[in-house]
């Protein structure tokens, strides 16, 4: 198991966990619009980083949408392995190909 899927596992095993005690129950707790909320937050601040010239800092931001991004996907039922499907699917295909095929 990589450390994605065992974090998708350690945050499904939050869910009974009381939000005095979890960070993801707390935010669970709040619902979909604060992971939502925090979610953008996140993007917001990795786009900083990404300008900032500073690695650790762009990595630490890129860990926390990571990390956010899991615990949405969860809120909502759906699993890493979902996006791994669609990332699989879009295999091979160029961005450029792709957003064409939209026009036509
Ligand atoms: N990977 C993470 C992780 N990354 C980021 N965060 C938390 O995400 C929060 C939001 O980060 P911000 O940079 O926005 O900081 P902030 O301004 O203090 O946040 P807010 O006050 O706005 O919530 C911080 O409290 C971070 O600690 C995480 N919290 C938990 N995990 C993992 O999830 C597991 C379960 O955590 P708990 O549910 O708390 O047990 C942990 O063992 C970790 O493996």
Request: without cysteine; glycine residues 8%.
């Amino acid at each position: 198991m990589d450390i994605l899927e065992h974090l998708e596992q350690v945050i499904a095993d939050r869910a009974g966990a009381s939000p005095d005690e979890s960070y993801v129950a707390r935010l669970n707790a709040k619902g979909l619009p604060v992971i939502a909320r925090k979610l953008g937050e996140e993007g917001v601040e990795a786009a900083v980083a990404l300008l900032s010239g500073d690695d650790e800092e762009l990595v630490g931001e890129a860990a926390d949408i990571i990390f956010h991004l899991l615990v949405a996907l969860k809120a909502r039922g759906l699993l890493l392995a979902d996006v791994k499907a669609e990332l699989a699917r879009r295999e091979g295909v160029s961005g450029l190909v792709e957003k064409a095929s939209r026009s036509e």
